[in-house]
């Protein structure tokens, strides 16, 4: 059986900027990746927005706020060392009532504590900026970007495997056993030991943690995010990023405007209740997922608390016109012809038995490993600060 110092399971960007780093702080140790998927980034890395978040929403102090603020300046370093474009185009987050002004004054105080450069402009200024665009005021977050997460997924994999580190692709695990002396993980077809294991499964997170042994209180609940995309003819429609003040009950940001690396724009996503952990057509159904959450009594408590948002969620689901009020808030201009169809991405959020979202990224230790529990958005932005956290905590 294959020994190796460091094992990685899942090849997103957590784990492979985990692999990544490990390989920098030992170099020549043994470190193999295993990943279910035959390529690296199929999940949430692979279907996301694309943002490099400046970190200006998370309660201060927290890992998000830490963490992604360090992961801004990393993933653009990253990407200018290794020819990565990216686009520090700026965001604007746009208030349109007189409530929103007030939770988005509330949003410039926190990115203050935050240590996040932001500026306060009127709507007047708002409208010079992005002329398709109307609000009452805004904050203006000139250091977000945009990016690929994929091509920095696929950059980190090539790294770790010019390191001597090894990447398993289409290896599901399917066991893990801790002892003293090692950790055994072992995939339908082979099995391998490690000194040290991280976890970074993403939509997985629970079940790989549970057949760890771990006794987790928390479940992953996939919520899908539904974009659309603006036609060739709305090219230039926004210049930056343009997003809603957030809810701060909701670990969700809000249906945005997302100009892509590759050019398009993109519309969304939403945060519909997925009945599927990895099936991204809209109706997907996974009989297993579908069985676990309904005999969670935390998914049921969510549900409950959050009633009103989950059935006008359904709407714009199932709705064009529902869906496009929402833009119209800021972006009148926009008809049901803008939106066409785009992939949609599916969130991991860790939820509680006591129906607690857990908003801040979660990582449970024992002897021999770490498991990253809750690694929700921005941890594409935040993933080489949590690689060297984890790697850190690996010694
Ligand atoms: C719609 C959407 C929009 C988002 N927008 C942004 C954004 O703009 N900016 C940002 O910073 N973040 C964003 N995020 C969040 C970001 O994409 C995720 O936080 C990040 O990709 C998490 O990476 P990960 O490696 O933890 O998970 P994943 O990318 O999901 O990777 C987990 C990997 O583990 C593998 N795995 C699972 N089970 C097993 C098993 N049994 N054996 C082997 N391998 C296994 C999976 O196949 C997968 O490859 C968004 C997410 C979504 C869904």
């Given at each position: 059986?294959?020994?190796?110092?460091?094992?990685?399971?899942?090849?997103?960007?957590?784990?492979?900027?985990?692999?990544?780093?490990?390989?920098?702080?030992?170099?020549?140790?043994?470190?193999?990746?295993?990943?279910?998927?035959?390529?690296?980034?199929?999940?949430?890395?692979?279907?996301?927005?694309?943002?490099?978040?400046?970190?200006?929403?998370?309660?201060?102090?927290?890992?998000?706020?830490?963490?992604?603020?360090a992961g801004e300046r990393a993933t653009k370093e990253f990407c200018?060392?290794?020819?990565?474009?990216?686009?520090?185009?700026?965001?604007?987050?746009?208030?349109?009532?007189?409530?929103?002004?007030?939770?988005?004054?509330?949003?410039?105080?926190?990115?203050?504590?935050?240590?996040?450069?932001?500026?306060?402009?009127?709507?007047?200024?708002?409208?010079?900026?992005?002329?398709?665009?109307?609000?009452?005021?805004?904050?203006?977050?000139?250091?977000?970007?945009?990016?690929?997460?994929?091509?920095?997924?696929?950059?980190?994999?090539?790294?770790?495997?010019?390191?001597?580190?090894?990447?398993?692709?289409?290896?599901?695990?399917?066991?893990?056993?801790?002892?003293?002396?090692?950790?055994?993980?072992?995939?339908?077809?082979?099995?391998?030991?490690?000194?040290?294991?991280?976890?970074?499964?993403?939509l997985q997170a629970d079940r790989l943690a549970r057949l760890a042994?771990?006794?987790?209180?928390?479940?992953?609940?996939?919520?899908?995010?539904?974009?659309?995309?603006?036609?060739?003819?709305?090219?230039g429609f926004v210049r930056r990023l343009i997003y809603p003040v957030?809810?701060?009950?909701?670990?969700?940001?809000?249906?945005?405007?997302?100009?892509?690396?590759?050019?398009?724009?993109?519309?969304?996503?939403?945060?519909?209740?997925?009945?599927?952990?990895?099936?991204?057509?809209?109706?997907?159904?996974?009989?297993?997922?579908?069985?676990?959450?309904?005999?969670?009594?935390?998914?049921?408590?969510?549900?409950?608390?959050?009633?009103?948002?989950?059935?006008?969620?359904?709407?714009?689901?199932?709705?064009?016109?529902?869906?496009?009020?929402?833009?119209?808030?800021?972006?009148?201009?926009?008809?049901?012809?803008?939106?066409?169809?785009?992939?949609?991405?599916?969130?991991?959020?860790?939820?509680?038995?006591?129906?607690?979202?857990?908003?801040?990224?979660?990582?449970?230790?024992?002897?021999?490993?770490?498991?990253?529990?809750?690694?929700?958005?921005?941890?594409?932005?935040?993933?080489?600060?949590?690689?060297?956290?984890?790697?850190?905590?690996?010694?």
């Amino acid at each position: 059986m294959a020994r190796y110092r460091f094992c990685v399971i899942g090849a997103g960007i957590v784990g492979l900027a985990t692999a990544h780093r490990l390989l920098c702080e030992h170099p020549g140790a043994s470190v193999v990746v295993v990943e279910a998927e035959n390529d690296v980034a199929v999940h949430q890395t692979g279907h996301n927005s694309g943002v490099i978040h400046s970190g200006i929403y998370y309660e201060p102090g927290s890992l998000k706020a830490t963490l992604c603020r360090a992961g801004e300046r990393a993933t653009k370093e990253f990407c200018a060392e290794h020819h990565i474009p990216f686009d520090e185009c700026g965001k604007l987050i746009v208030a349109t009532d007189t409530a929103e002004v007030a939770r988005m004054d509330a949003l410039a105080e926190r990115a203050v504590i935050n240590g996040i450069e932001c500026r306060r402009v009127s709507g007047a200024e708002l409208a010079e900026m992005e002329p398709h665009v109307t609000g009452l005021a805004a904050l203006h977050l000139p250091r977000t970007g945009i990016v690929d997460y994929r091509r920095v997924a696929a950059t980190l994999a090539r790294l770790i495997l010019d390191a001597g580190g090894e990447l398993r692709t289409g290896q599901r695990v399917v066991a893990i056993q801790e002892s003293t002396a090692e950790v055994t993980v072992r995939t339908a077809s082979a099995a391998v030991t490690c000194e040290r294991l991280v976890v970074c499964a993403g939509l997985q997170a629970d079940r790989l943690a549970r057949l760890a042994g771990l006794d987790v209180d928390v479940q992953i609940v996939p919520f899908r995010g539904e974009y659309f995309r603006l036609p060739p003819s709305r090219a230039g429609f926004v210049r930056r990023l343009i997003y809603p003040v957030p809810d701060p009950a909701l670990p969700f940001l809000g249906v945005h405007l997302s100009p892509t690396i590759a050019g398009d724009i993109t519309v969304g996503p939403s945060a519909v209740l997925g009945l599927a952990r990895q099936g991204y057509p809209k109706l997907s159904v996974n009989l297993r997922d579908v069985a676990s959450m309904a005999a969670f009594p935390g998914l049921w408590r969510v549900a409950a608390a959050n009633a009103t948002l989950g059935l006008k969620e359904i709407g714009n689901s199932m709705f064009k016109g529902r869906y496009l009020r929402e833009c119209r808030r800021y972006a009148p201009e926009l008809t049901k012809a803008d939106l066409l169809a785009h992939p949609a991405g599916i969130r991991a959020q860790a939820v509680r038995r006591d129906g607690t979202l857990l908003h801040d990224f979660v990582i449970e230790r024992t002897d021999r490993m770490i498991h990253v529990l809750n690694s929700p958005s921005p941890a594409a932005t935040a993933a080489l600060p949590i690689g060297r956290h984890i790697a850190a905590l690996s010694e």
